[in-house]
């Protein structure tokens, strides 16, 4: 069995950083591309960042300059470093990766609540 894990989420005012963590455990063989989501009451989940498993990035429009993704492959955990925030950024934050076992397949955590007040 696998399970990814956020933290990090909170309250912080606009302007603010916060930085998220997307720790993955289990049975796995290795881990390929993963991934930063974020869902608005109401709307589907929208992508935010992802990170290749040899570090190649990419970021929605509404977060570059903003919003760095990393990873650290030893440890088997993804961060999403927020700064300047904006009470638009007021989400859900899921993340997802492609984790090996016999063959890839999609895991998603269950979510860590980012609200930025005004």
């Known amino acids: 069995q696998v399970q990814l894990v956020e933290s990090g989420g909170g309250l912080v005012q606009a302007g603010g950083s916060l930085r998220l963590s997307c720790a993955a455990s289990g049975s796995i063989a290795g881990i390929g591309a993963m991934g930063w989501y974020r869902q608005f009451p109401g709307k589907q989940r929208e992508l935010v960042a992802t990170?290749?498993?040899?570090?190649?990035?990419n970021y929605a429009d509404s977060v570059k300059g903003r919003f760095t993704i990393s990873r650290d492959n030893a440890k088997n955990t993804m961060y999403l470093q927020m700064n300047s925030l904006k009470p638009e950024d007021t989400a859900g934050y899921y993340c997802?990766?492609?984790?090996?076992?016999?063959?890839?397949?999609?895991?998603w955590g269950k979510g860590t609540q980012v609200t930025v007040s005004s």
């Open positions: 997802n990766a492609g984790v090996l076992r016999s063959t890839y397949i999609l895991y």
């Open positions: 990170i290749t498993s040899c570090g190649s990035t």
